[in-house]
């Protein structure tokens, strides 16, 4: 039976997420009910990233087994026709041997969050960026985020709900540039905790407004104590860029 | 009486366009209505360009007489407070002697126009983009594009209910390149005729896919003939990106 390795694009605008959820559209169903439509049996998608309602995705990563055997271009055009009620579309599918797993192979992921600093409210990018009407400062936060890379217990940007067994995760990469009028802060680990890119954002926020300092960061963090951290950044930001395997 | 001159940004999805109409919502009517709302007198907005529905602007260029006196950063939050109901937003105010003409006194107006090529339908630039299925070549775009540059009668490129007296106009750059998997032209004169930058960008989107030569776009310049040239390429890939003055 051939595994089929999807790369997908949406716009987590208005879905309830990756995941299946009596509550409204999520990615995993869109999907998974267009494979239905032709493929004449169910199919269950494994992802990379069960990402939250309202966050995008430039290049999630998923994958299926199927009976049918199909050439990946058509099958590519097949779910996106199928899919086209939802801001859904697969860019790319692949043939991969049975050993390939989207969630548990994965080495890497990576994420941007988008935060846009201007006075006047935004139109094209609303719901595709945190919207700051003061000005922050992306090399104060960038120094700030460096004392999270590494090894280290992340009770602190841990959601109170999140249901992993350890709060231990090493970070590759957090790095805070502006690029015009938006501040880009791109996140790199083999996995995360719930929230935890969100709850680090939230955090640097607070140092970019000159509220918190590195120290503060820091010491956040050794707190290992989510009440100590900053607000969880809205999910609107944030997107699933890549998942490398 | 003070003269206001406005930078205003708009995601044209689901907009009649720039003037107001009956059959929907404008951006001259959610401006001057959210105008009137705190002047307490109909204010009458003049502007660098009428753009057509679903066309949408990064940076264009207003202006209107009021006789109230009010700072600028207030009368900008003033309108944005009351303009929220539509994706519009004033990015700039500026205080302007009589003698400002948002339309008559501009000296440069300039678009962009995005295509986006690739298989995979958009999700995030939905009503963003102009979805070409196929590659284009912007090499060859480019090359074809650069005959139309100077002071040339257009009417091959100006729709038929255009209301101008003369189809002459004067470009001054139509540049065409490879941005990702996007392709971006744009275009710069002084005025424009009536679906002028987007009948140019469906007659080289026509070069972009070998269908026609450089030499093919000379020979429709010089008919002076709108069945000549290409389709009118959709509104949601237009930018009214900047007005000059």
Known sequence: MPRYKLTIEFDGTGL???QRQDNGPSVQQAIEDA????????????????T?????????VAHFDMEMDMPVRKLQQAINHHVKPYRVS????????????ARFECLERSY??????RSARPTLDMGRVWWHQQQLDPQAMHIAAQCLIGNHDFSSFRAIKCQSNSPIRTLDE?????????????????SFLHHQVRNIVGTL?????????????????EA??????????????????????
């Open 112 to 117: 941007l969050y988008r935060i846009l600093c």
């Open 52 to 60: 939250d309602a309202g966050v995008h995705a430039l290049g999630m």
């Open 35 to 50: 494979c239905a439509k032709f493929a004449h049996q169910e199919v269950r998608l494994h992802t990379a990233g069960r």
């Open 90 to 101: 697969v860019l790319e599918v692949e043939v991969v041997d049975e050993t390939f797993h």
């Open 224 to 245: 290992k104590d989510r009440r100590r951290g900053g607000e969880t950044a809205p999910a609107c930001g944030l997107y699933f860029v890549e998942a490398r395997y």
């Open 205 to 221: 926020a607070m140092v970019g407004k000159g509220k918190w300092t590195a120290q503060d960061v820091k010491d956040i963090l």
């Open 16 to 18: 309830v997420g990756w």
């Open 174 to 190: 957090v790095s805070v540039e502006q690029v015009g009028a938006e501040i880009h802060i791109r996140v790199r680990a083999r």
